[in-house]
């Protein structure tokens, strides 16, 4: 524990009075290094580091630095195993089956990734559940991996219970999150990464603060009445899947891929990112990679994608739009942004990182 | 022309003034007998009519006999090839690409399905993609098929442009569907098969004729601005995603499997089923089987869907539900009841497909 940093502490200058602007790359060096001192091997690690600081690069703060507090006690209590072991217990020429061992979920999913892409460079497509594994972040991490190598990629996962399925009003399943990336030539790739709730707890409690009402379908009461009174989010009411019953039809799809057919847990079977922290979540994952010149030629794939992009986006617009964008164009945006002038990340999230960083002895210095 | 009714025409029992029941497998015979007069071979003949009956037989009448009408005039006009070859153009292990030379949707889908399926078999997960292809009816047909194998079943499409996308108003998509499927042991399988739209136009056309104020979030009028105006689907307004940019997205996956990977045909290169009759419509289609075997035991598999089904079956209910119902179980039970006592069919419907068989030189005798 005396041990100096590995990364000096990034340095935090104040943006406004409530939040500092961050070198991502710094960030990332320092969020690897808090990571080895729970335990997790260097190269572990870093992966765990970049998916979780790639995600406020994204803007995507719900997670990003806000979870590394509760990784590191989980990773001190027992709940996330420092050490992931990839554990492929039934494999075939395009699918792959990996106990995670209560491994770091973005490490496995990470893992699962390549290997689908490396099955898929041989037959075209692949698959590889997980079971066994934790909180994997943000799913257009691994999406992109395989975009990279000129694939579409597919992600989901499931997640402790926090939604009822349709009709009911017994927690069971949550807005379960589907990712799709797919390359195109001069234009970003489209990364889609959408939970399949018609809104996120982030958004309705701003509606709270600010003593809006919620658009219909959004939320509703404990009863499961709708409701446009956006203070039941945190007093047992429940955000709507998006399409009713379609969407819960699509959760359930997510739910089945990454908890039955990898014979992981379900339902009530696993334990949120907050409780517990002794005890493993037990999340699935379900992971796909399309090579794309097993259809068709990848090159003029990549010009096709763009020639519809551009059909898109010279739509005539609807009345408040200023232009069509892509799916995971808006993170592109920001992404490009923080690379270039840092992140701006909450002062009370980075004063979390900073005490739990103390607490694994490293020196943090001043700050705030 | 002069050759008598290979099959009977079915018994049309009048059922209230403006409905017949029919015996679905009479049914089924007499539109075979009526798709092998217009020049299709006597089994993909059979896979149509089992295709379009089997859409009535689950209640979902938008996409059985009402579509018959069309097909043949297109099968006449030179708009579906009557001959459906399966010509394999790019091939690997887990994968083919299909060039359907304009045949009939319904043929080259479930060729397509099969073929996955024997893949897969081999590999744990394949994917069929399919251009210059036709209007496919519903994809709820082709999952099942890989559920009959033990396997989960995934099948998409485009379709021709009706919807634009989102923050657009120039109609480049459709509220395109998704359809999964997947095994259980004592219950019935899941079956989804959601269009990715808000509502059908059917529906909103439900509302105009009772005079009804659309829910938010289901349309907008011409110019894009929301409306609960239902007579806007017939004015130039349209339905709008499930959950706004996040169905926009699936679609646009939907889409790029269908109409990209296949290097077929997107957008405003598509033709709508009752437009330009001569024309091929040149839809493009994506299906995909994943092997439970090559992730876990299909037994046991089997029982863990039973257990999550009771599971979601056993929750509380929210007012005004009697039950937790599965997707697609509610067309298992009209089916059962279509079965076992006959499918009801508008009258109008079937007078429609009466004058079709008989201008393709089928007797149809007394009827309404």
Not at 59 to 69: A, K, V, Y
Not at 110 to 139: C, F, P, W
Request: aromatic share 6%.
């Amino acid at each position: 524990m005396s041990e100096p940093n590995a990364a000096p502490v990034p340095r935090l200058s104040p943006e406004g009075s409530d939040a500092y602007r961050i070198d991502p790359n710094a960030l990332e060096a320092f969020v690897a290094d808090m990571l080895r001192r729970t335990g997790v091997p260097a190269e572990d690690a870093a992966i765990a580091a970049a998916s979780l600081v790639g995600a406020d690069v994204r803007g995507m703060n719900s997670h990003g630095m806000i979870r590394l507090p509760v990784y590191v006690r989980r990773l001190k209590a027992g709940g996330f195993n420092p050490v992931t072991t990839v554990n492929v217990v039934r494999e075939g020429p395009s699918t792959a089956l990996i106990d995670g061992g209560n491994g770091l979920g973005s490490v496995l999913t990470t893992r699962a990734m390549d290997l689908a892409v490396q099955k898929a460079r041989s037959t075209g497509i692949a698959a590889v559940g997980i079971r066994n594994s934790n909180h994997n972040g943000e799913n257009a991490f691994y999406v992109q991996r395989a975009v990279a190598q000129d694939m579409i990629g597919i992600a989901t996962t499931n997640g402790s219970p926090i939604m009822p399925v349709w009709g009911g009003r017994t927690p069971l399943t949550g807005p379960l999150p589907i990712a799709i990336g797919v390359p195109a030539k001069r234009h970003r790739p489209i990364v889609l990464d959408a939970a399949l709730g018609m809104s996120s707890r982030g958004k309705i409690l701003y509606y709270a603060e600010k003593g809006m009402e919620l658009p219909e379908g959004w939320l509703v009461d404990a009863e499961g009445e709708p409701t446009r009174d956006p203070n039941w989010v945190r007093k047992g009411g429940w955000i709507l899947p998006i399409g009713g019953h379609k969407g819960f039809g699509l959760i359930l799809a997510c739910e089945i891929l990454s908890g039955l057919l990898t014979g992981g847990s379900f339902g009530t079977e696993l334990t949120n990112l907050y409780d517990d922290l002794d005890t493993p979540q037990r999340n699935g994952h379900f992971v796909a990679a399309i090579d794309i010149a097993a259809f068709t030629d990848v090159a003029s794939f990549k010009a096709r994608m763009d020639e519809y992009i551009e059909m898109m986006k010279a739509s005539e617009l609807v009345p408040g739009t200023d232009e069509i964008l892509m799916p995971g164009e808006i993170e592109f945006r920001k992404a490009d942004d923080a690379r270039a002038n840092g992140i701006v990340l909450a002062r009370n999230v980075m004063d979390e990182v900073l005490a739990a960083a103390r607490e694994l002895g490293l020196e943090t210095g001043e700050t705030a």
